[in-house]
């Protein structure tokens, strides 16, 4: 009966991960988090124990609960490229400084540490796929800071890798545009401050115009939660110590669009929805620059896809899910809040 410390339990992948290891194991949840919007339904669960908290002030309590726990999961990150441009001194604090005690007190004493990478890391690496094992890590200058998020992600990678060498059992993963419901809120109208596929839905449900940054030509690989939650199961498993010391890009192949492909697929989508099809309808498309879009300091990659191999084999796991039923997916868990994210507008 494992104990899993997941630190950020509230946040998109915390809620997913906890809602299934209470409905698929007798493992118990140790979740901390600043609120519980997410995993309200799961608060009154006899093996789900939530404190609220912050990894920046309640270090004491963290810590005691690394003891404790066999599994530790820090969650808490600033993961928005909006904030990487405009705050990128809070990037590094949270991202960085504040995870650091954690992932020494992991190894202090003893205990397996799931860390989540970003396939930012890999920058503008001009490989057709991802590697974790071989691929160059690129970015640009240091007048953008758009790349501080993955160069502080790039850091503690490379300072668990060398707690590794001296006996830390970790993994690290890289989710590749995990998307599901939950990822942001709808609710919230800022340009550039959610992720895009969370922005793209907002505008539709809203009827307010889809800006393409630099033409919406990048692509991304976007890989569904469940899928995603399958691959991190089998890791804090870690069955026959199979993922101890690995680096897992946990992402789909198979769903690489680009951000125009996306936007015309969801507005095609939301079309067949009662709910959605009168905001679709007021929609329009209008290019900008990602300069005017986030500011200065932005930079972006066109293509990132994940070599999957390593993940396949050793989880035996693979993405089942395609775009279409993903997208299916999020607009149907979003169907009983469409009112209330139209009344922002007023």
Known sequence: ??????????GFIGHHLSKRILETTDWHVYGMDMSTDRISDLLGHPRMHFFEGDITINKEWV???VKKCDVILPL???ATPSTYVKQPLKVFELDFEANLPIVRSAAKYG???????????YGMSHDAEFDPENSELVYGPINKPRWIYACSKQLMDRVIWGYGMEGLN?????PFNWVGAGL?????????SSRVLTQFFGHIVRGETISLVDGGHQKRAFTYIDDGIDALMKIIENKDGKATGQIYNIGNPGNNYSIRELADMMLKLAAEYPEYAEGARKVQIVETSSGAYYGAGYQDVQNRVPKIDNTKNDLVWAPTTSMADALRGIFDAYRGQVAAAQALMD
């Open 1 to 10: 009966m494992k104990k899993v410390l997941i630190l950020g339990v509230n």
């Open 63 to 65: 810590e005691y609960h």
């Open 76 to 78: 808490v990150a600033i």
């Open 111 to 121: 205990k397996h540490l799931v860390f989540p990478s970003t396939s930012e890391v």
């Open 170 to 174: 970790f993994t690290l993963f890289r």
């Open 184 to 192: 942001d809120s709808i609710h919230t109208p800022k340009e550039g």
